[in-house]
Each structure stands twice: as structure tokens, then as C-alpha cells.
């Protein structure tokens, strides 16, 4: 149980005080029986004080509300959960690589405000071209959980187009609220429109590049496949 401390009332006796003095000002007291009579009557004022102050209730406060939380650092074990959480929303599950977990948390973040931002856009061409980045951004974002080796590959994808990227749609959702056709503001949405196609097309090539050693090892496969049928003469075809 919490312990708490009651504000004891004192407005009763500033108001006997201030009774006394507004009735002895209002007639000077002249003899016993006004004494009697101007303290009686202060005396009423004060137990009608108190009687209200009781009616509305004392307030009570306890010692937890009088001490200030202190803020607490979260511990390490803290922000790996966090973090795990965080990817785990996004099906990814943690790659055991710190930093490539943590830029991959950032960029669901980054992502989330995209498709927040996305979804309270009007311009149907906005949304379109933002829901493609959405879908290659995490396509490119699960490339990267599955081989952790490419971080130095999506760094800069990660630490640059996409914060510039919400920025961007963010930005041109807010500008599009204010629900007014001024020079500064339709330049900068068109701008914006013009450049979503574009960064499209270059976060599909980011997707693509990454595949490369993929489809060159690919390659290599099906070639030494092809000798090995030609050899043992079960094909004639090339693949």
C-alpha cells in the first residue's frame, strides 16, 4: 500500500480571521457583548468554510504521484527484444548480425511511414508508384535478412534513399492537406511525382544487382549440368 499524506484545510481559520476583521471594520467593537457576538459570528463562517471543504473532499496524494519517475536506460537485453519485435511484425527474425538487424529495424520504420503516408495520399498515381517502392523495398529488405553478407550493398539504399524517400512522401502528403494550389507548394508535388517513377526504377535495379552472384552461380550450375548430359549423352540441347 502506497502511503499517503493528507493536506490538512487551513481556509477555515483564514476565514475566521478575515470574518473577524471585515465584522470588527463594519462596527468597532465597543463593549464584551460585541466581542461575543463578532467572534460568534466569525466562528460560523469558519465551520461553514470547513464544512464545504469537507463536502468537496480533501485532496490526497500519495508518495509515489510526489516522486518524479526517474527515467531508466533499457538494458541491452531490453533493445535486442525491442529490436527482435520490430522484425519479427515484418515476419524477418533477427540474422544474428547486430548491424545488419539494426538497419533493417530502421528500415521497417522508414517503410512504415511511407505506407502511412501513402495510405492518406489522394493522388492515385502517387499511391500507385508508392505501393511498387513499398513491395521492392522489402523484397529488398528480405534479400538482405537471408544473406547478411550483402549489407555493404544496401547500406547505402538504407541509410539514404529510403529516409529521403519518406521524407519525400511525407512531405508531399502534408502538402497536399493544405488543400491549396500555391506556386511553391504544386512545384514541389510535381517534383515529387516526377521523381517517385524514377527512384521505382532504381530501387528495382538495387533488387536486381542483388541477385547477381545468384544468377552468375546459377549460371555455372547449369553450365557444368549441360557437360555432364552431353558427356553421358542424355542431351544434345543446349540450355
Do not use: C
Not at 488543400?179 to 507548394?185: L, Y
Amino acid at each position: 500500500m502506497p502511503e499517503t499524506q493528507t493536506n490538512k484545510p487551513v481556509s477555515h481559520i483564514y476565514a475566521f480571521a478575515i470574518s473577524w476583521w471585515f465584522f470588527v471594520s463594519l462596527d468597532p467593537v465597543r463593549d464584551v457583548w460585541d466581542l461575543v457576538a463578532w467572534a460568534l459570528l466569525s466562528l460560523i463562517v469558519a465551520l461553514v468554510v470547513r464544512w464545504v471543504l469537507k463536502k468537496t473532499g480533501g485532496k490526497k496524494t500519495s508518495s509515489r504521484e510526489q516522486t518524479a519517475p526517474v527515467a531508466v536506460a533499457p538494458s541491452a537485453d531490453e533493445l535486442n527484444a525491442k529490436l527482435s519485435q520490430q522484425l519479427q511484425a515484418r515476419g524477418f527474425t533477427p540474422s544474428g548480425n547486430a548491424e545488419v538487424d539494426a538497419m533493417l529495424s530502421e528500415s521497417v520504420k522508414l517503410l512504415g511511414k511511407i505506407d502511412a503516408a501513402k495510405n492518406q495520399t489522394k493522388n492515385e498515381n502517387v499511391t500507385r508508384e508508392t505501393a511498387i517502392l513499398l513491395d521492392v523495398s522489402y523484397k529488398i529488405l528480405s534479400k538482405l535478412h537471408r544473406h547478411p553478407e550483402l549489407d555493404s550493398a544496401v547500406k547505402r539504399f538504407a541509410s539514404y534513399y529510403l529516409p529521403t524517400t519518406a521524407k519525400m512522401v511525407e512531405n508531399y502528403r502534408y502538402m497536399e492537406g493544405q488543400g491549396i494550389t500555391g506556386d511553391n507548394i504544386s512545384s514541389a508535388m510535381e517534383k515529387i511525382e516526377t521523381a517517385l517513377p524514377t527512384l521505382v526504377d532504381s530501387f528495382k535495379k538495387q533488387l536486381d544487382a542483388l541477385f547477381s552472384e545468384t544468377a552468375l552461380d546459377l549460371s555455372l550450375d547449369i553450365g557444368v549440368m549441360e557437360d555432364i548430359l552431353k558427356q553421358e549423352g542424355l542431351t544434345e540441347k543446349t540450355f
